[in-house]
């Protein structure tokens, strides 16, 4: 029986999506226009061969018309195409639970204002049934400014940091040493509870260590108190069809656990990479391994270092490979996004573009799939391999890619 892997690296678009208009992307392109950038800067042009041999490139091509001078082009082996979301908002949730057959389409409630960003009658509430007099923050902030902004500031008053972003998301920023990963947790679960009328997405625990501004640095205990999807997704279907759904990095806490058999952690590219290959090599028949790649977005999307963002697409490319020769003959694994994250972007929120769709199998050849009208291709696809009832969006495109099940 087949086993399907699945790699996000998160934060990677290829080209402003149909209605980026409405978002004010015209014109982003995470990939095309960090290698453009990063060969300005260095005279040299990016190295990614394995992606590129799936083409990525031509993706990109497809998606935006971009000119590639500064990429190095290999023979194709894998089926690509770029994909458009449908969901309302270009943020992590509605991007995960649209590929797999769920997209968001309702308003997510949000925090507009930039500053004083939540409501009085909000922050009173959490203060009375968390215990603490007040909040630091309460604003539109990048997550690693407001912790060397205000981390000093915590530490003294014990007042955890309260931010959020364009995204439909209420972050808490924390010491793991003078506030406690514990106290971190329960006080997000609290807010988590009451943020239910107001249709926030996600509530994020941010922790950190550090005894001053210059040394402040976000640890790898993160967690994500996410809301349920609106409707069942295709990893749901698949648990109780008795397959394994396996979550590497933050997968489980997008889905708030639903359809997960297994969770591992870990922190950083090639620490997820190790997790995700382990469970590729030892995952039982009629398995999901589903992985997101969070650094590409959290420590070069966000943080507009589009350098350090082409440095690490390097380094995982040069590692593709070790999933060809762990993959068993019936295998197929892909590629994809969630949303874009164009690191040379103004500002520092998620960028509404298409993203790539790659797959791979051993028996592959050259495929163009095209445009996608909707992540939920993808999810339609899954189904279709595991011979699960359809899901009510998406279009299969498991025969174009000659997969023998």
């Given at each position: 029986m087949s086993r399907v892997i699945i790699l996000v690296i998160d934060g990677f678009g290829i080209g402003h999506a149909p209605d980026?208009?409405?978002?004010?992307?015209?014109?982003?392109?995470?990939?095309?226009?960090?290698?453009?950038?990063?060969?300005?800067?260095?005279?040299?042009?990016?190295?990614?061969?394995?992606?590129?041999?799936?083409?990525?490139?031509?993706?990109?091509?497809?998606?935006?018309?971009?000119?590639?001078?500064?990429?190095?082009?290999?023979?194709?082996?894998?089926?690509?195409?770029?994909?458009?979301?449908?969901?309302?908002?270009?943020?992590?949730?509605s991007g995960h639970w649209e590929m797999t057959g769920v997209p968001v389409l309702f308003d997510w409630g949000y925090f507009l204002e930039r500053k004083n960003s939540f409501p009085e009658s909000l922050i009173a509430k959490i203060n009375e049934v968390t215990g603490f007099k007040g909040i630091l923050g309460n604003c539109h902030a990048s997550g690693t400014d407001i912790i060397a902004n205000l981390g000093e500031q915590h530490i003294k008053t014990g007042l955890p940091i309260c931010y959020t972003s364009a995204d439909s998301v209420f972050q808490v920023a924390a010491h793991e040493e003078h506030f406690g990963l514990d106290n971190l947790y329960q006080y997000c679960e609290t807010v988590r509870e009451l943020l239910g009328d107001?249709?926030?997405?996600?509530?994020?625990?941010?922790?950190?260590?550090?005894?001053?501004?210059?040394?402040?640095?976000?640890?790898?205990?993160?967690?994500?108190?996410?809301?349920?999807?609106?409707?069942?997704?295709?990893?749901e279907k698949l648990k109780k069809a008795e397959g394994t759904v396996i979550s590497v990095g933050k997968i489980a806490d997008i889905f708030a656990h639903q359809g997960i058999s297994v969770k591992t952690k870990a922190?950083?590219?090639?620490?997820?990479?190790?997790?995700?290959?382990?469970?590729?090599?030892?995952a039982p028949d009629n398995s999901l391994i589903f992985t997101n790649l969070v650094n590409f977005d959290q420590d070069y999307g966000h943080r507009r270092d589009p350098i350090g963002y082409v440095n690490a697409l390097q380094s995982f490319d040069?590692?593709?490979?070790?999933?060809?020769?762990?993959?068993?003959?019936?295998?197929?694994?892909?590629?994809?996004?969630?949303?874009?994250?164009?690191?040379?972007?103004?500002?520092?929120?998620?960028t509404r573009e298409y993203v790539p769709v790659l797959a791979y199998h051993h028996e592959i050849a050259s495929i163009n799939l095209g445009k996608r009208q909707t992540f939920a291709d993808l999810g339609q696809t899954i189904a279709d391999i595991f011979d699960l009832q359809p899901m009510d969006y998406g279009t299969s495109f498991l025969k174009e890619l000659k997969f023998k099940r």
């Open positions: 980026a208009d409405k978002f004010g992307d015209v014109t982003a392109n995470s990939f095309a226009n960090m290698a453009s950038y990063y060969f300005k800067e260095t005279n040299q042009k990016i190295n990614i061969p394995n992606l590129t041999s799936l083409g990525l490139v031509k993706s990109c091509v497809e998606a935006s018309n971009a000119e590639f001078p500064f990429v190095p082009v290999n023979v194709y082996k894998g089926a690509f195409a770029c994909a458009s979301e449908i969901s309302t908002g270009k943020d992590t949730p107001l249709n926030i997405g996600r509530v994020i625990a941010r922790p950190f260590v550090g005894e001053t501004p210059v040394d402040f640095v976000r640890t790898g205990n993160r967690r994500d108190y996410s809301v349920l999807p609106p409707a069942t997704t295709v990893l922190t950083g590219i090639d620490a997820l990479v190790d997790a995700t290959l382990e469970h590729v090599k030892t040069a590692r593709i490979p070790e999933f060809y020769q762990a993959m068993q003959p019936d295998d197929i694994l892909f590629l994809t996004s969630d949303h874009g994250c164009d690191p040379t972007w103004p500002g520092n929120d998620h």
